[in-house]
């Protein structure tokens, strides 16, 4: 299992890299909510850092797929740092700087005007002594009303998109619930009751 992962996460980066990532499948946690439901914050204490974009409105507008490597103090003189597939090579130590690449490859990917979303993922790799291996997915949060000059459709595009990757066999869906909504009323466990 310890040479799996490794190599499940190195095959991930390669279908990125030529956009196939969708036609096979790899196993992913992929978090679904609502938008502003806590998904990102789920993710963050998963990992252990802050570095995930906050703010109003749809704020993770594609796919972020986060793959969590493992290592040992021995391997590096850097304690953790993360990788951007797009920008492979440049090690980002600031956890900061992290969250500001992320915000500037969305607004590469979906646009600068914050209002549109893409299927097109951004790939980062953490390194840290402190993570299990594992590769999770940060998707958009469900909308019900387009808002701010967003597309009319935005609700059905985030769903199509969340589908994508919750169908997929090897996904092992994360419904995540503002806890002080009733959970007869969670789009999450609603999509994740629908697909498995």
């Known amino acids: 299992m310890q040479d799996l992962i490794p190599l499940v996460i190195k095959l991930q980066e390669a279908f990125d890299t030529i956009s196939a990532r969708q036609s096979i ?7 679904v909510g609502s938008q502003s439901s806590g998904k990102s914050s789920v993710i963050e204490s ?4 802050d570095f995930l974009p906050r703010g109003t409105g749809i704020v993770t507008r594609c796919p ?12 590096s003189s850097q304690q953790e740092w993360g990788e951007f597939l797009h ?3 440049t090690k980002f130590s600031n956890f900061d700087r992290i969250r500001s690449e992320i915000d500037a490859q969305t607004d590469v990917i979906a646009g600068s005007s914050g209002k549109c979303i ?3 993922p951004i790939s980062l790799t953490i390194y840290s002594p402190h993570v299990v291996d594992l590769t999770l997915v940060d998707l958009p949060g469900i ?6 000059g967003q597309p009319s459709d935005v609700e059905e595009q985030i769903k199509r998109l969340i589908l994508a990757y919750i169908t997929q066999p090897n996904a092992l869906i994360l419904a995540i619930s503002s ?6 009323n ?11």
Do not use: C, F, M, Y
């Not at 998963?46 to 850092?49: A, F, N």
């Not at 969670?186 to 009751?193: I, Q």
């Open 25 to 31: 499948e790899l196993p992913l946690i992929v978090s």
């Open 46 to 49: 998963i990992v252990g850092k």
């Open 64 to 75: 972020l797929v986060l793959s969590l490597r493992r290592i040992h103090n021995s391997e």
């Open 87 to 89: 920008k492979k090579g």
């Open 118 to 120: 893409s299927d097109k």
């Open 143 to 148: 909308t019900k009303v387009p808002v701010h």
């Open 179 to 184: 806890a002080n909504q009733d959970i007869a």
């Open 186 to 196: 969670s789009d999450a466990l609603k999509l994740a009751k629908e697909v498995d």
